[in-house]
């Protein structure tokens, strides 16, 4: 145990990805306490290639982003150390995640599909959920951040669907994203000018914000359908 924290350490040494290594380590340990090493491993990679999408998107964009830095049970995130300076890039940023993340769990499930791994199948199900989960159109989640570009009032359809998920699955996590997204949502409840295009808004062409707006409703329509679909076929050989 004492070298295997003593590497964990040393890995901080190794650039800007060590914290990345070090905490990836720690929430594969901790997964697979609950659901074995194989499928832990597998589970945290699915969060990799989704944070890479972000970090990936965001370097594209001349942004300074920092190394994906994880929490077990939480999930992960990338430190944007520059903001979006505008509705369009935060949007571009903002689904880059889902978008290579969706990609990985659609390969694992083709894979799945071709060697009836049960383990594949799980896998390729999280990555869907996941992934979906975060279209969730509220701030912090990645949802919130390309919805802006559309409209505000978005944001306000994730409220009903964050208390859904909680009164189906209650979660820590799910606490955790309300509380920082409710002063938004508020705000935006509140304020009677919500539905009308701000400054960043319309620095974006009309295109564009449709564009946004159409790929996101197909892209978490195309997760809502495979989930739904793997989920069946889970609980059919469980």
Do not use: C
């Amino acid at each position: 145990m004492l070298k295997l924290l003593a590497l964990l350490f040393g890995a901080l040494k190794f650039g800007k990805f060590g914290g990345t290594l070090v905490t990836m380590v720690l929430s594969m340990g901790a997964y697979a306490l609950m659901f074995g090493w194989r499928f832990a491993v597998g589970f945290v990679l699915l969060i990799l290639v989704h944070e890479m999408g972000h970090y990936l998107a965001a370097r594209q964009r001349g942004l300074a982003v920092g190394a994906p830095t994880f929490i077990p049970f939480v999930g992960a995130w990338v430190q944007l150390k520059h903001m979006p300076h505008d509705a369009e890039t935060e949007a571009y940023v903002g689904i880059a995640g889902p978008v290579l993340g969706s990609a990985a769990a659609l390969a694992l499930y083709f894979i799945a599909q071709s060697n009836g791994s049960h383990l594949l199948l799980a896998l390729a199900y999280s990555g869907f959920f996941l992934n979906l989960f975060n279209l969730i159109p509220l701030k912090p989640l990645d949802g919130g951040r390309i919805t802006a570009i559309v409209s505000p009032r978005m944001w306000v359809i994730g409220i009903p669907v964050l208390v859904a998920l909680f009164v189906w699955r209650p979660s820590p996590m799910l606490i955790l994203i309300a509380l920082l997204a409710l002063p938004q949502a508020w705000r935006n409840l509140r304020g009677g000018d919500v539905g009308d295009p701000t400054p960043e808004q319309l620095q974006a062409p009309l295109a564009s914000r449709v564009g946004y707006g159409l790929f996101y409703l197909g892209l978490a329509a195309t997760l809502a359908i495979l989930t739904t679909t793997v989920h069946t076929r889970l609980q059919a050989v469980i």
